[in-house]
């Protein structure tokens, strides 16, 4: 008896668990893509469509490769350095250089100055884009050229004296101790 009983609930399970909706195929009506890898600028990537009822895998897909989204870039060359023309992706920061821009070099304007009562001969050179001076000396001053001593006031502490640089117009003064 105990045989029959435990066939009989055995019996029932399998019946009560295989019901026809279990035997009936999937129509696989509905369904969704999911992305397995993202694909990049350098590399392609995968999907798969999947049924959202049974989870069956139905369709894998290749995702095409992005192309690079490129913005141009300019750094001016300098009297010293070089500039460069370039490009860079802004999703995956892919560069390339499409130029080199050489150097300009000093473009240099020259004011020259002779030699005076207290400074030697002088040529500066001054750049028109940078403004980098480059200064020059030849020779020595050529110093003052003086005139004669003139008188300029008399008094009880003294004689006072000056000289005219004939060159300039620099006055030089003294005082004499004369007691009058």
Known sequence: M?????????????????????????????????TLQEATCTKAGK???LC??????LKTERIKKKNHTLKR?????????????????SRCKYTRVLNKIPAKG?????????????APEMTIKTCERCGKKETTTKGKPIGHKWGKWQLVSVNA???????????????QYKNSRYKF
């Open 2 to 34: 105990k045989k029959i009983l435990i066939l009989t609930l055995c019996f029932l399970m399998c019946f009560i668990t295989l019901t026809p909706t279990a035997f009936a195929k999937c129509s696989h009506k509905n369904t969704k893509w999911e």
């Open 47 to 49: 999907r798969v469509k």
């Open 52 to 57: 959202t009822k049974c989870g069956k895998s």
């Open 73 to 89: 870039y300019i750094k001016k060359a300098t009297c010293t350095s070089n500039g460069l023309n370039w490009e860079r992706c």
């Open 106 to 118: 000093h473009a240099f304007g020259v004011t020259h100055y002779g030699a005076s009562c207290t």
């Open 157 to 171: 502490s003294g004689v006072r004296n000056y000289r005219t640089c004939v060159r300039c117009g620099l006055k």
